[in-house]
């Protein structure tokens, strides 16, 4: 099955909103083995919006249409693909039930109605999570979904839904498993990979590059999800074998959370000083709930006297070494450790730029300090700092700082 997602609203052509949409549903019918060979914007407009559905089901079995459901007057998808296959608009009761109920105790919208309003012959797909439903249409072996626009709603409609519907029009099962990868490059990671990756037939290899790692999805298919799981795995293990600490997880897995966990069991303390990442590194703890278990502090001494008054790194070393220096990282990672008595301390210090660069400590220049009170972990060491030379924008060092000092520490636990 080949699909077309086609993407309704003026909005997204403005560029008010980006089209995640499109990104979701292409890793999920990716999944099920369903190829996407185009991705289509188009405005609130009935003339360009049927020339879009024309030529998106002259390339394509399933059209997947989002947004333009809703009830005002320039909501015309639905009207649209009824002008399409030849069918008048009717009235799903079940579906105007459905709105009422929702709307319960409270005025219902003047044109709440026109929700419920759908190509004759649809089969529907319900809202939970909104007032207009979806909407599934097949006719002259063609298919088309259409779904509401707010990611919210869109989502767990299709996975509920749609998905089932469209499991039934393959015979095989699709699985994918993504290996996520640190300090490698993706060019890297081919180099290593190449003679797997010449040679893929099923599973396939697919590496893609990300700001700040290496996604390697693996792709098998079989004749269910246990068979396909059987020809990913001694794959995925080679893999493994040859990339060794550089993939820190799989999937959705969250290398902050995969810390966290670590130093949950190990019943230790961390606490965080940061100068050029300014609370990015905290923060990537701090979005994982429950963090407050384990995460006891962070702290954000930008200015020399802050390291010095916070911190306790001595002005002489910050006059001597400047504060972009693996002496200061190190001075800073004990401070901020000893101060709030956690087990491990870790800290950023760095120029992020687009100024402030010199020829001897250039933009990009980062360390990382990294302090453990007990040196029976971190190989006996209490204190270790760790160079980086990144490149990137000044948003783009300041992410790459942080995913490093993830790395770091995830290896040194």
């Known amino acids: ?42 405005g609130d407009n009935p003339t360009r919006l049927t020339a879009a559905m024309n030529h998106a089901f002259n390339k394509a079995d399933l059209v997947i249409a989002c947004g333009g459901l809703g009830p005002t007057l320039d909501d015309i998808t639905k009207d649209i693909a009824a002008a399409y296959f030849g069918v008048e608009m009717v009235m799903d009761e079940d579906s105007w039930k459905a709105i009422q109920k929702r709307f319960k105790g409270r005025k219902l919208p003047e044109n709440a109605k026109r929700n419920a309003v759908v190509p004759k012959g649809s089969k529907i797909l319900p809202n939970n999570h909104g007032s207009a439903p979806g909407v599934c249409f097949e006719a002259g072996g063609k298919t088309l979904i259409l779904l509401p626009g707010p990611p919210s709603e869109l989502e767990p409609m299709f996975i509920k839904y749609a998905v089932p519907f469209l499991r039934q029009k393959t015979d095989k099962a699709f699985v994918s498993r993504t290996l996520k990868i640190v300090g490698l490059g993706e060019s890297q990671v081919e180099t290593i990979l190449q003679d797997l990756i010449e040679a893929q037939t099923n599973p396939t290899i697919a590496p893609y590059a990300k700001q700040t790692e290496v996604a390697l999805r693996i792709t098998a298919s079989g004749k269910d999800e246990a068979a396909a799981n059987i020809l990913i795995d001694p794959v995925a293990a080679e893999i493994y074998n040859r990339l060794s600490q550089h993939i820190y997880g799989e999937d959705d897995e969250i290398m902050a959370k995969i810390i966290l966990n670590s130093l949950e069991a190990s019943q230790k303390t961390l606490a965080i000083a940061e100068s050029c990442t300014g609370g990015l590194l ?25 390291k010095t008054a916070r911190l306790g790194v001595p002005k002489d070393l910050l006059n001597t070494h400047g504060a972009v220096s693996p002496q200061v990282a190190a001075a800073m990672a004990e401070g901020i450790a000893r101060t709030s008595s956690a087990d491990i301390g870790i800290s950023t210090t760095g120029v992020a730029g687009p100024g402030g660069g010199t020829p001897e400590k250039p933009v990009g220049l980062v360390y990382i300090g990294l302090h453990f009170n007990s040196v029976n972990n971190n190989n006996g060491k209490p204190t270790k700092t760790k160079e980086l030379r990144l ?23």
Do not use: C, W
């Open 391 to 413: 490149i990137g924008d000044r948003n783009e060092i300041r992410a790459r700082a942080v995913v490093a000092a993830l790395d770091m520490l995830r290896t040194s636990l």
């Open 1 to 42: 099955m080949i699909a077309e997602i086609l993407a309704v609203g003026t909005e997204l052509l403005l560029g008010d909103i980006a089209n995640t949409n499109a990104q979701f549903l292409s890793k999920t019918l990716a999944a099920l083995g369903i190829s996407v060979y185009g991705h289509t914007a188009v």
């Open 282 to 306: 905290a923060s990537a703890f701090v979005d994982i709930p429950g963090s407050s278990a384990t995460l006891l502090e962070g702290a954000v001494t930008y200015s020399n006297d802050a």
